[in-house]
């Protein structure tokens, strides 16, 4: 069985910064892809970023050039490098894994909140 646990979320003001981790732990074989969604209330949960195992990266149009997604292998951990805070970004996020063990499978945070402040 594979468990993601999340931390770093968390208040701040507009403008401001947050990192979030994300730790994969289990029997992992390999981790493909790795990725940060959010959902704010009333609202669908949307991609933020993803990264491949290759380390190439896709952003949401709406946090490219505040946010950074990064992985360490080693760690089977995602971090999400949140700047230039909106209150518009105020959601609960979500990390998710697509993991290899003795199949392939999605595997999901269990969530962390995120709230900007204006």
């Known amino acids: 069985q594979v468990q993601l646990v999340e931390s770093g979320g968390g208040l701040v003001q507009a403008g401001g910064s947050l990192r979030l981790s994300c730790a994969a732990s289990?029997?992992?074989?390999?981790?493909?892809?790795m990725g940060w969604y959010r959902q704010a209330p009333g609202k669908q949960r949307e991609l933020v970023a993803s990264?491949?195992?290759?380390?190439?990266?896709n952003y949401a149009d709406s946090v490219k050039g505040r946010f950074t997604i990064s992985r360490d292998n080693a760690k089977n951990t995602v971090y999400l490098q949140m700047n230039s805070l909106k209150p518009e970004d105020t959601a609960v996020y979500y990390c998710?894994?697509?993991?290899?063990?003795?199949?392939?499978?999605?595997?999901w945070g269990q969530g962390a909140q995120v709230t900007v402040s204006s």
């Open positions: 289990g029997s992992i074989f390999s981790i493909n892809l």
């Open positions: 990264i491949t195992s290759g380390g190439s990266t």
């Open positions: 998710n894994m697509v993991v290899k063990t003795t199949y392939l499978g999605n595997y």
